[in-house]
Each structure stands twice: as structure tokens, then as C-alpha cells.
């Protein structure tokens, strides 16, 4: 059984806990730091948007196009249907010579609460632009016309497009991706069942770009700094991954998926961060992610791991706004380090 790693208090007594692993590793492998079943084979989902975004910049689809660093950063993340998020995902399709018409994710509410009313109070409905998905849609349809592939279907894990995304993801990881450990995402392309210490290892690749090729290296500091620079793309204002970026100025690029899952890569210290709550909980991945930032970025400048640290607990508020208890990581969190 994982450890417990993040507790939620409520005057002085716990309320619940959640248990999970997380693993930090370089890119060769190596092991950093590690708590729990770390080789237990999980669905990364939303958080390997990154490395699926590398076929559309290593094969020169995004320059072609002429993608901004705003479309790229918005092809590796789930945002949260601001107007501008939106827009970002149109332009992406017009580029391509294409409209919403041609995406197959689905449509949503806006998962930002802010658009979602404003959405609302147009008098509106959602279309597929709003799904928290429409950029990293956006981007295989550009990679689709690139290679001048037929878009219908490209979220099939046999077409093309599809193939030579997941063949990238493969590499990054080092995992075997086939029928026997696939599922379907939420927004209905494959997602692969891998270990977690294989997630952390494709972050790791992607921080330091060694082992990789020129082009694919290349690639991946282009994704890095698209992120790093437009965190806001990445997710939505006031949201976690993108206040922890905006704090880290480049040292962490970062993305959470569903189910309690969240990946990093760390550019300076060449290291990947993968991390999964047992129960699913996001809350508790992200105060994990800021937890183990703190104690892997306490070097200098130690105060960006003390900026980082203030997100590894969070208060909780009753209705009147006061703090009530806290969400906060557990005592085995640090112990494993001292």
C-alpha cells in the first residue's frame, strides 16, 4: 500500500488523507528521490500533453503553419475556455485551412467558472473550442495537414497522425504502447497505461533533451519556453500549474492530468517529477508536485523553493471565509529526504 502523502486537517484532527507515489529521476534513469509503488502502470492522461505536442514542432508543422509560442503552449495544455483560449484554438484550425467543424474531442463548459458564466449569460452553448482539450486537438489536426493525412478520424489510434504521436510518446518514456495497456481519454483519443516512473523519465528527456536528436531536442526546449513564457495558456488564470510556472520563471515547466496525476520536467537540474494520488484527488498531486519542488529546488536561488513552498499547503475556508483547517503534505513526504 502507497504511503500517505498529503493530509487534510479540520480544527486539530485529520479529516482525510490521501495516499500515492511519486518518483523524480533524470534522464538516464536514475533515480533521485522515490516514495511508493513507483513501476505500478497508470494513465497519465492530460499529463503527457508536452510530450505528445514534440511531433508537432519536430516535424516542422509549427513552423510551417506559423504557430505563435502562445498556440504551442496552448497544444500542451487544458485550458480553461477563457475567450482567449478559444480564439488561440480557432487560429490554430484556420491555419490548417480548417474550422471546429473538424474536431473530435467533444464539447464542454468552460472549466473556468468565470467564462463559464459569461458563456452562459451570452445566452451561448459550448462548442468543442471550449473543451479543456481544443489546442492539443488543434495541434494534431495542424500535424494531420502537415503530412497531408485526411483529418477524419485522427484521434483513432490507427491513423497516422495518431501513430506517429504515440511513437513519440514511446520514445520520450521508453514504454511499450499497444493495444493491451490502452484506454480511451475523455476527450477520445488513446491514452496509454504506463508505469509512473516511466512518466517521470519522458519529463526528464524533455527537461534536458539528452539522448535525444538535434531536431527532437530542439523541439523540446521550443515546448519548454512556449510554456514557461505563457503559463496562462497552459491552464487558465488563478490556476495551479500556472501560478507555479509564473513563480519558477522557467526552472519548472509542468502539467497535472485527471485522476490525480502530475508530471514536471526541471530544465536546470536535468530531472523529470511524475507523480499519482491513489484516489484520483487533484488537490492532493498539486500540493505533492509543490512539496517535492520545494526539496529539489532548495539550492540557490533558495527563494524560488521557498516561493514554491507556499503552494504545498493550502488553506481551507468555510462559507464565512475563514480558515478552517488545511490541506497539507504528510510528515513521509520529508522524512524520506532527511
Known amino acids: ?139 494534431f489536426i495542424c500535424l494531420a495537414c502537415f503530412r497531408g493525412h485526411d483529418v477524419t478520424g485522427y484521434t483513432r489510434a490507427d491513423h ?61 526546449a521550443r515546448i519548454r519556453a512556449a510554456m514557461a513564457n505563457h503559463p496562462e495558456m497552459v491552464t487558465g488564470p488563478g490556476q495551479f500549474e500556472s501560478r507555479l510556472m509564473a513563480v519558477a520563471s522557467g526552472r519548472v515547466v509542468c502539467k497535472g492530468g485527471a485522476e490525480g496525476v502530475f508530471c514536471a520536467a526541471l530544465p536546470d537540474a536535468g530531472l523529470g517529477v511524475a507523480i499519482k494520488i491513489d484516489d484520483g484527488a487533484g488537490r492532493a498531486a498539486e500540493i505533492v508536485m509543490a512539496a517535492v519542488l520545494q526539496l529539489v529546488l532548495s539550492s540557490p536561488p533558495a527563494r524560488l523553493g521557498v516561493e514554491i513552498g507556499g503552494l504545498a499547503t493550502r488553506a481551507i475556508l468555510n462559507r464565512a471565509n475563514a480558515v478552517v483547517g488545511q490541506i497539507r503534505p504528510s510528515a513521509t513526504v520529508f522524512s524520506h529526504f532527511s
Not at 509512473?196 to 527537461?207: E, K, T, V
Open 160 to 220: 497516422p497522425t495518431m501513430r506517429e504521436i504515440t511513437a513519440a510518446l514511446a520514445e520520450l518514456t521508453g514504454a511499450v504502447l499497444d493495444e493491451e495497456n490502452m484506454g480511451i481519454d475523455g476527450c477520445t483519443i488513446p491514452t496509454y497505461a504506463i508505469p509512473l516512473r516511466a512518466c517521470a523519465l519522458g519529463f526528464a528527456r524533455l527537461a534536458a533533451g539528452e539522448g535525444l536528436s538535434p531536431v527532437r531536442k530542439a523541439a523540446a
Open 1 to 139: 500500500m502507497n504511503p500517505v502523502l498529503v493530509e487534510v486537517t479540520r480544527g486539530q484532527h485529520t479529516e482525510s488523507i490521501h495516499r500515492g507515489a511519486f518518483v523524480v529521476v533524470d534522464s538516464l534513469d536514475r533515480v533521485v528521490l522515490e516514495v511508493g509503488d513507483t513501476l505500478r502502470h497508470i494513465y497519465p492522461r492530460s499529463a503527457v500533453k508536452p510530450l505528445q505536442a514534440i511531433a508537432l514542432v519536430e516535424s516542422g508543422a509549427a513552423d510551417q503553419l506559423g504557430l505563435s509560442d502562445e498556440e504551442i503552449a496552448l497544444a500542451c495544455g487544458s485550458h480553461t475556455g477563457e475567450p482567449f483560449h478559444v480564439d488561440a484554438a480557432k487560429s490554430m484550425l484556420l491555419k490548417a485551412g480548417l474550422d471546429a467543424s473538424c474536431l473530435e474531442c467533444g464539447s464542454h463548459w468552460p472549466l473556468g467558472e468565470t467564462a463559464g458564466r459569461a458563456l452562459a449569460a451570452s445566452g451561448e452553448s459550448p462548442t468543442a473550442l471550449h473543451n479543456n482539450c481544443s489546442g492539443k486537438h488543434a495541434g
